[in-house]
């Protein structure tokens, strides 16, 4: 909305810094200053709000250390995250843009699909909240619906052999090559470091590739089930959840700089993917709106993000790395989401595997997810959620050094 009034003022009265790349920063900025005012000043208000409404969490005895303690902490927090990145992105984004509107339908579905399982288990005092099976329908259709848009629509391309001409003073003289569509990937650690996914059925025939959504559909939906429920069993102790997910959203605001910027993917040698620059508002949004929950979420946690937060950061975080063509970099990106899924992928198919052999189930882990088990061991869960903050810190750098290591 502001968006438009900065560009009508720049052209009316020739303001200066009118050039797109320094007007996106500005706005990006703007973005992030407003998403941790809102967070943080109006955070308090409605964590009242939660109180007075008493949605308290209900905790089920584990037999954590300081778990009984956190009975009755608001939950439903994920509202604040939602509400402190939506503002922002539709005061400064450019609403029209494909990718701006891809991500605010993610951050709605996401945020409804929670929500409800929240309620179900606040206000209806059912522990088990919304049935497994419509959390995964709720996920698939969004990756059905994410994976249509980004093969189908028109916008949604990627710059052709990009050799662009650029002075010394770093300055765009020329752009070669045709904006075309693509199921191109970025594969991390390779030489030729870009895989389509139109080669599953390429061998079929020159006409099978016409028919690559066939495959690309499929692995979206995957990645948006996969990452979504990796964020909601990372939210288990206070600022994991949060903190971690900053981190991974902050490096794709890298990617989504260097890749929407023809002179740094020129310089980078990476594909370039026109528009997609304007994701960088949403994503310091994000950023900021995450931060300024992590006010009230660090240790003693003042409120939980709930499903509602969970749930809509793991479905954000994978349209983003899809947009930007990372997600074959969520493995290492997302280590933290992975090895909480990984855990308890393993504990349970390890405990049914025992129980059917020797008469009894046995565990790998002395809780699962991972942090639980940490927990057990008698680790404070502050020094937990710092190093696996550290953890994530450093799979951020080891993904943004697969720019250039190959």
Known sequence: MLTYLFEYLE?????????????????????????????????????????????????????????????????????????????????????????????????????????????????KKNKEGLKGRFKVMGQVVLGLIVGAVLYFHPEVTMRDHNKTIITEQFTVEEVRGEEIKSTMTTVPFFKNNEFDYGSFIGWMGEGAKEYAWLIFIPIIILIVTAVSNGANLTDGIDGLAAGTSAIIVFTLGVFALVSGNIIFSEYLDIMYIPRV??????????????????????????????????????GVIAVIAIIVRKELLIPVLCGIFFAESLSVMTQVAYFKYTKKKFGEGRRIFLMSPLHHHYQKKGYHESKIVTRFWIVGIMLAVATIVTLKIR
């Open 277 to 314: 620059g304007e994701l960088l508002i949403f994503i310091t949004a994000f950023v900021g709106a995450l931060v300024g929950f992590l006010w009230y979420n660090t240790y003693p946690a003042q409120v939980f993000m709930g499903d509602t937060g969970s749930l809509t950061i793991g």
């Open 11 to 123: 052209k009316q009265y020739q303001l200066p810094g009118a050039s797109l790349f320094q007007f996106s920063t500005f706005r990006a900025g703007m973005a992030i200053l407003f998403s941790l005012i809102i967070a943080t000043a109006y955070g308090k208000k409605i964590i009242l709000f939660l109180q007075k409404q008493q949605v308290g969490e209900t905790i089920r005895d584990l037999g954590l250390e300081g778990q009984k303690q956190k009975a009755g902490t608001p939950t439903m927090g994920g509202i604040i995250i939602i509400m402190a990145t939506l503002i922002p992105v539709l005061l400064f984004a450019r609403l029209e843009n494909i990718y701006i509107i891809l991500l605010i339908f993610t951050t709605v579905w996401m945020g409804v699909i929670g929500f409800i399982d929240d309620y179900i288990k606040v206000f």
